[in-house]
């Protein structure tokens, strides 16, 4: 099994900032993925965070508004730049090693307010 | 390509059986099932790889059908417990990228 500690667990931002959210995994893992979650609604894909390369982002979300990194295979950082109140949110990081019949794991998640 | 889950929400006194279906217009490669709680991170319960399987985890189980487009997970003798949102997901693969997505979500609540 895997733990992942997510910071930080909350945050408000004034509209314009932007927050880095970080995941550090307790073991290496394959993959990484960080997913946007409305409060009530489902877990929606933002990018995978590929080690040593760029990230591979999800329709309708774009490398400038949310930059990624994964420097090695425990560690990866989500940015939401130049905030607006649409992007109020909850955050989440997942670490998935893609071996058959292994679980992804979770993050606490990043509940973000934009102000 | 997203799991298609029903029903949307479900409502039970304590006690009472549920059953939440997870299809999907082609054959899914695996089907992850979590629960989530209001506030926490989505909570492992069980993977299903080959069609025909069902596996079981307390009152908890689940089946995965021949045709691998459908799942189904069934819970039993319902408790508080297991009030909150239930969500199906799948790999899938395009190219060299593999990714996990997930159904919209089972809202689940047990009264007493």
């Known amino acids: 099994s895997a733990v992942i500690s997510q910071k930080p667990s909350r945050d408000i931002c004034q509209r314009g900032t932007s927050l880095t959210i970080q995941c550090q995994v307790d073991?290496?893992?394959?993959?990484m993925f960080w997913y946007r979650q409305q409060p009530g609604q489902s877990l929606t894909l933002i990018a995978t965070?590929?080690?040593?390369?760029?990230?591979?982002?999800e329709s309708g979300f774009v490398i400038d508004k949310f930059p990624i990194s994964r420097p090695n295979l425990t560690f990866s950082t989500l940015t939401v730049s130049n905030m607006s109140p649409e992007d109020s949110s909850i955050y989440l990081c997942?670490?998935?090693?893609?071996?058959?019949?292994?679980?992804?794991?979770f993050g606490q998640g990043t509940r973000l307010t934009v102000v | 390509q997203q799991p298609v889950q029903s029903p949307q929400a479900v409502i039970l006194r304590e006690g009472e059986d549920a059953v939440i279906n997870c299809s999907s217009s082609?054959?899914?490669?695996?089907v992850h099932w979590y629960r989530q709680k209001h506030g926490e991170a989505p909570v492992f319960l069980m993977i299903?790889?080959?069609g025909g399987e069902q596996k079981g985890h307390e009152k908890i189980s689940a089946s995965f059908n021949e045709k691998k487009q459908q799942s189904s997970l069934y819970l039993t003798a319902s408790q508080l417990s297991y009030s909150g949102t239930y969500f199906c997901?799948?790999?899938?693969?395009?190219?060299?990228?593999?990714?996990?997505?997930w159904g919209l979500g089972t809202s689940l609540a047990v009264n007493p």
């Open positions: 997942s670490a998935y090693t893609g071996t058959l019949n292994t679980e992804a794991f």
């Open positions: 073991s290496q893992v394959t993959m």
């Open positions: 965070a590929n080690q040593g390369s760029e990230a591979t982002y």
């Open positions: 082609k054959a899914l490669y695996s």
């Open positions: 299903l790889l080959k």
């Open positions: 997901g799948t790999e899938i693969s395009t190219g060299n990228n593999r990714k996990l997505i």
